[in-house]
């Protein structure tokens, strides 16, 4: 049976950097859940603020503030103090970047540095963790772990770093993934075998995924739900199969239009959103994303000095929402009060 509390629930989450030429609101207002056992995709271009998102999530914003509700297993974190932000990060939640180089150190042996991460949290003696971290290189794919626990990050090919991170992520058993642009610096065979890797592990270990990625290939790999971001905002949430089948925001579609053919990959029309995403330091006061919109420009000009005035709030049927007064969703009856 589901667990009816999500693990994760994030409401009205809000970060703001004081620049010198202003405060910059670089995440607006977001809110998500993620359940046990569910990988949460966050999509969006450059910039949207995906990254800060996810170490707000972790507590991990020194200069910042910090509004708004992150919450683990019902215990809030925001504000909690940098100590016990500390002992959960680790036993509770584990975090994997796009460059595992920046966070390996060169001058120790891979297996070292995994069983004194597992030490750290559990207090574990010198033997028994360096034994855990060969298991741990051995379930995430790495062939002789235990010859290979005792060799240097650089002696790793990418892919096999990153499988060395997500070992080290792993070794303490959290139950909250938070993975930033994880394939990202991986050519495509080693990306999918990595997701694959992933995916593998969140169902047999019922961990709750955070998968933050500017791809919306990665997302329909491997997401249940989905959240774009755009501008710091969310653009469109929505289980990733209503997202694929039937985008409600114009920023996704065009995401969407923006993907290369999977199953023809001689036509290949790379349709890049044209413009650029938004200025964060003076937002304008309407929809962020009209003046790169189809929708808005293609509207009359009542419709288009709506998107430019009146910023649009999230709204939609039932688990798929969009922030779009001209959200396209499905004509499709809606039945309110009955679990999807
Ligand atoms: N330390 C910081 N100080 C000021 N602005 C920041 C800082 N970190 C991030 N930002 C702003 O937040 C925006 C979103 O950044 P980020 O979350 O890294 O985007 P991405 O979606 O590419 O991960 C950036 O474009 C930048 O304007
Ligand atoms: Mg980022």
């Not at 215990?75 to 975090?95: H, K």
């Not at 096999?160 to 080290?168: E, G, H, P």
């Not at 995924?209 to 997401?223: E, F, P, S, Y």
């Amino acid at each position: 049976m589901a667990d009816p509390a999500p693990l994760l629930t994030v409401r009205d989450l809000s970060v703001t950097f004081p620049t010198p030429r202003g405060p910059v609101r670089a995440v607006d207002s977001l809110s998500f859940d993620v359940p046990h056992g569910r990988t949460l995709g966050i999509v969006g271009e450059s910039g949207s603020g995906k990254s800060v998102t996810s170490l707000a999530v972790m507590g991990l914003h020194t200069g910042a503030e910090v509004t708004g509700s992150v919450t683990l297993d019902g215990r809030e974190l925001v504000g909690l103090p940098d100590r016990e932000l500390n002992r959960l990060r680790g036993r509770r939640t584990a975090m994997i970047f796009q460059d595992p180089l920046s966070s390996l150190h060169p001058y120790y042996t891979v297996g070292e540095q995994i069983a004194e991460h597992h030490r750290v949290h559990f207090g574990s003696r010198r033997a028994a963790a360096r034994a855990r971290a060969v298991e741990a290189l051995a379930e995430v794919g790495i062939p002789e772990p235990k010859r290979r626990a005792g060799e240097y990050p650089h002696q790793f090919s990418g892919g096999m770093r990153q499988r060395v991170m997500i070992a080290m992520a792993l070794v303490c058993e959290p139950d909250l993934l938070v993975a930033d642009e994880p394939t990202t610096a991986l050519d495509v065979t080693v990306q999918a075998q990595i997701l694959d890797l992933l995916a593998r592990l969140q169902q047999e270990r019922r961990l709750s995924v955070v998968m933050i990625t500017h791809d919306l290939g990665v997302v329909a790999r491997v997401a249940h739900e989905v959240l774009v971001m755009y501008g710091g905002r969310a653009a469109e949430q929505a289980p990733v199969d209503a997202l694929f089948a039937s985008p409600a925001h114009p920023y996704t579609r065009g995401l969407l239009d923006s993907l290369p053919r999977l199953d023809d990959p001689d036509d290949v029309p790379l349709r890049a959103i044209p413009g650029s995403p938004p200025s964060l330091l003076d937002p304008a006061p309407g929809c962020a994303f009209a003046p790169r919109c189809a929708r808005a420009a293609a509207g009359t000009a009542e419709e288009r000095d709506r998107c430019a005035t009146e910023r649009p709030v999230l709204g939609g049927h039932r688990g798929h929402a969009a922030a779009c007064h001209f959200a396209a969703f499905p004509a499709v009856p809606t039945y309110e009060g009955i679990a999807p």
